[in-house]
């Protein structure tokens, strides 16, 4: 179960594909994950999307809605390219390194099917965002009890690029100005985000901090050698978020050492995520940052 209500987010892409007449393709990967395809496989490119939800949700009927009406905007414009959901242990389940193991084997059943890094777009919002920056700060820095992706050592392999939408990345504190200064504005608020961060964090040890919490536990050198493993980033923020100043710091971070491969975007009013809850797809012209991401979509696929 979710603390947003409803099942599994096995669950939530089964009702969500009956309701849209969508194909229902999956495949069960190490770890107890699975993915959950949007889309016909076997495309040129793929993008490797990770659900938000304070790792204690399912995906979101309005997630998939986002993420399928962006894959068709995509498609319209010639794209060959498909979505792979990654199906996560939630954290009444498990916590830390067990997501980090399952989206590694995501990323290697990605490989085993024939694509390359530079074939794969991760894509993150919120907790997702989380587990994205996990992901990087493993192939920079690799957790021993964790598969290693290999390729990445060669130093001739990048993924084609990096999303994260509103990414969760200050999770052991909220002493940023964005806490106060938002927490009457923000759908996700602080005392919310802190339960919900005690609960992922309870019983993860103090070292391993670094990887799940870089705003507040990562060094910015930690992140030296990023602009080699991922070739464009894309890091966006709402103004009225209360993880605005969090997202800005580690979006500092990934610029120094990736200069001319990252954006970061604060969306002027904008909320946490909010531009997945307007569903701005069909509107003509589109919410100026789903048109952004758009572009940066084609620019990388």
Partial sequence: MNYLGGGTTH???LNWAKRHGALIQEEAIAHEARILWIGERGTKKVILYFHGGGYLSSVQGFQLDYVSGMLGRL?????????ALLEYSLSNIATFPIQLKQGVAAIQYLFETGYDPSDIVL??????????????????????????LEVFSEGNSAFAGAFAMSPWLGLSNTDARSWEENKYFDIADGRGLSGLAQLYLHGVPQWAYRYVDPASSTPATWFKGVDGIVRKVLITAGQRECLRDDIIKVGEYMTDHHPLGTTVIVQEGGLHVDVMLDMPLNQSPPVELTDTIFKWLIEVI
Avoid: M
């Fill in 75 to 83: 498609r319209k414009s010639g794209k060959s390219v498909s979505i």
């Fill in 11 to 13: 669950d939530a892409y």
């Fill in 123 to 148: 894509v993150g919002d919120s907790a997702g965002g989380n587990l994205l920056f996990q992901l990087l700060l493993h192939i920079l820095h690799p957790v021993d009890d964790v598969d290693r």
